[in-house]
């Protein structure tokens, strides 16, 4: 049977660190009018007037935008 590889990253600091050091990356990476608009959106859609089905498309709609800015940095597709 194999050793299991020393992971660094089983130090809760180390973890952190490095974790850190990514969201650093994703927000130096993400631009400034998305990042604003991120900032701002639950305050939208909470004014915006209409059902709740027509928040719910809004939210949406700016999850899409949100969402294409990071795309680059995360891991999930």
Known sequence: M???VDNPE???KIAQENAQANFGRL???????IQDRENQ???TI????GSAIKKLQALHQEMTIIS???SPYVACK
Do not use: C, S
């Open 68 to 70: 294409t800015a990071i």
């Open 41 to 43: 959106a639950a305050d």
């Open 46 to 49: 909470a004014r915006l007037p």
């Open 27 to 33: 927000v130096a990476g993400v631009p400034k009018d």
């Open 10 to 12: 089983r130090d809760p």
């Open 2 to 4: 194999e050793e299991p």
